[in-house]
């Protein structure tokens, strides 16, 4: 029972350890962030819409 | 033998006004509602205002059968985008994906069904459709890792906030936003060696 727990945990062990490594290389060498409250007005964008290129066929038109 | 001539020029005169006319109609109607459509979700993204009757030309846009998957994909993200301008984000949501469906490789749908997961407070989905526009190549990829970094934020991954803030500023670097948010954030780093 013992050694079943202890492989259990070997594992996981292992598993938290490629995990920060793959963090560690995304994140580089950044350790500590802490950051003061986003102010209310910054919002998120849609992207702009743009209107289709000009004379463009469509299939309903036809007669 | 005159008059078989007659008839035939008769012929194919009809013919070729009829031409000219289902011509005329197919460069005039078409390309002006999706360009309405267009330039209402536009300008309802710059005054924050979006009415019925904007609502309704979108709806005439979506319902009508377009030639390419493109143009139907930008009917629905356009009519998604006044959705959302009036809160209505699970309409939203259901235009950006019907957008995505019609469109798989239109980034913008994506990005913008993100804004509207994300205003719903559902971070990882938006999270994972802002990743999907930037893998997509989207037209402004400094805004998407803008919206993307708001959303780690909101999750409270400040690294990845941070990171995706430092790449908005990188690729869209005459916009002072990113510099703005950057300049909250205190970072640390591990000591060398």
Request: hydrophobic residues 45%; contains cysteine; charged residues 20%.
């Amino acid at each position: 029972m013992r050694l079943v727990l202890s492989a259990v945990l070997a594992v996981s062990l292992v598993s938290g350890s490629a995990l920060a490594g793959q963090d560690d290389e995304i994140l580089g060498d950044l350790v500590v962030v802490t950051a003061t409250p986003r102010p209310a007005d910054v919002k998120m964008a849609v992207q702009t819409a743009k209107p289709p290129p000009e004379k463009q066929p469509v299939k309903t038109a036809s007669k | 033998m005159f008059k078989f001539g007659m008839l035939s020029a008769a012929a194919v005169a009809g013919l070729l006004a009829f031409g000219a006319s289902a011509q005329e109609s197919v460069t005039v109607l078409g390309p002006t509602l999706l360009a309405e459509c267009s330039n209402a979700a536009a300008q309802a993204q710059r005054t924050g205002h979006a009415g019925i009757n904007d609502l309704e030309t979108c709806g005439a846009a979506v319902d009508r059968a377009w030639t390419t998957a493109r143009e139907t994909a930008l009917a629905f993200v356009d009519r998604g985008t006044l959705y959302l301008v009036r809160g209505e984000n699970d309409k939203a949501i259901s235009d950006f994906s019907q957008a995505i469906k019609a469109d798989p490789a239109l980034a913008s749908a994506y990005n913008d069904r993100g804004v509207a997961l994300s205003a719903q407070h559902r971070q990882a989905e938006a999270i994972a459709d802002f990743s999907q526009a930037l893998a997509l190549k989207a037209d402004n990829a400094g805004q998407v890792a803008f919206n993307r970094a708001m959303a780690y934020e909101d999750t409270g991954d400040l690294k990845r906030a941070y990171l995706d803030y430092r790449k908005a500023a990188e690729l869209n670097p005459g916009w002072d936003q990113p510099a703005r948010q950057l300049a909250r954030f205190n970072v640390s780093h591990a000591p060398a060696g």
